[in-house]
């Protein structure tokens, strides 16, 4: 049997959800979604960006992301994320805003913008708590009330996913599953639980994809261009902290010999002090006299009249 592709490289999911073929799997996912997140559910959407055959694995605005309008004309965003690129919080509110206000042409009233929700589903952790499924609005901190519904945000976390917090049960949590990749046993097994004909469909799409030879050349190169991408990143990224440590070290050291020095000159200065007052206490030269020539405290030169 044909080793199936994986549904999180972008060019495979974007066939699976992002084809006019295949809308109804697109509309059933985003609906377990909302339904997760205790939002309302969709009964129409329309594509903006559906999949086209030109479509080629270095083209990041045809492949990344999967944009779809509501019945109601909200905007919703899709996007696989395989790989850690950082700073994902910042990208997404970043495309966000560029969505939100890209609605407006000139002369239009601010109260025709709509809501525009981001929805991330990503292969790595990245949020500081064991949920798979973070659902992001714009509330006031002490009382919680809503500054505006017009911002919603989704972060799914597969790798979250795990024998002690799956529930079989929620929707969301097998679209999830499949996603992750599944054995034929276990996806036979899932089916039997709760069998779903959008989701059934979705295996069907990845199964032809999977035995489809040029849908399997254009995944592979995806994949490589994915892959040297992840692998450009995280070099730039260590050798960013590799020269950010060195730098530092460098500086410790220049601060630590510019602390020396100023010590030094410091302990120099007092030892000399402390030989010049000796000397005229010798002399029998008064305390206010050696006071005055020295610029050493009273106390101080007590002491050092105590050593002598």
Not at 210 to 222: C, G, K, L, M, N
Not at 231 to 249: P, W
Not at 263 to 287: F, P, V, Y
Request: net charge negative; hydrophobic share 35%; with cysteine.
């Amino acid at each position: 049997m044909t080793e199936l592709l994986d549904p999180k490289n972008d060019y495979v999911f974007k066939r699976i959800f992002g084809s006019e073929e295949n809308k109804d799997v697109l509309l059933a996912f985003l609906n377990h979604t909302f339904k997760n997140a205790g939002e309302s559910l969709l009964t129409e959407i329309v594509l903006i960006n559906p999949y086209l055959d030109k479509d080629t694995p270095r083209d990041k605005q045809s492949i990344l992301d999967i944009r779809a309008k509501t019945d109601q004309g909200e905007l919703i965003n899709v996007e696989m994320q395989l790989f850690n690129q950082y700073d994902l919080e910042k990208r997404t509110l970043f495309y966000w805003g560029k969505q939100y206000s890209g609605q407006l042409l000139e002369g239009q009233r601010y109260s025709q913008l709509k809501k525009c929700v981001a929805i991330n589903i990503v292969n790595f952790k990245m949020l500081a708590n064991d949920q798979y499924h973070n659902v992001f609005h714009l509330r006031e901190d002490h009382t919680d009330i809503p500054l505006t519904d017009v911002i919603e945000i989704h972060f799914m976390e597969i790798p979250k996913l795990n024998d002690e917090n799956i529930q079989i049960q929620d929707g969301l949590v097998r679209w999830l599953l499949f996603l992750k990749g599944m054995t034929k046993s276990s996806w036979e097994a899932l089916m039997m639980h709760e069998p779903e004909p959008a989701l059934k469909k979705a295996m069907s799409v990845l199964e032809f994809l999977s035995q489809d030879e040029q849908a399997r050349q254009r995944y592979i190169d995806r994949q490589k261009f994915l892959w040297d991408e992840a692998s450009m990143i995280e070099g730039a990224r260590e050798e960013g902290l590799k020269k950010g440590m060195e730098e530092g070290i460098q500086k410790g050291i220049e601060e630590g010999i510019k602390e020396g020095i100023k010590e030094g000159i410091k302990e120099g200065e007092a030892e000399s002090k402390r030989k010049i007052a000796l000397n005229m206490l010798t002399l029998g030269l008064d305390h206010e006299t050696i006071v005055k020539a020295t610029g050493l405290t009273s106390a101080e030169l007590k002491a050092i009249q105590e050593e002598k």
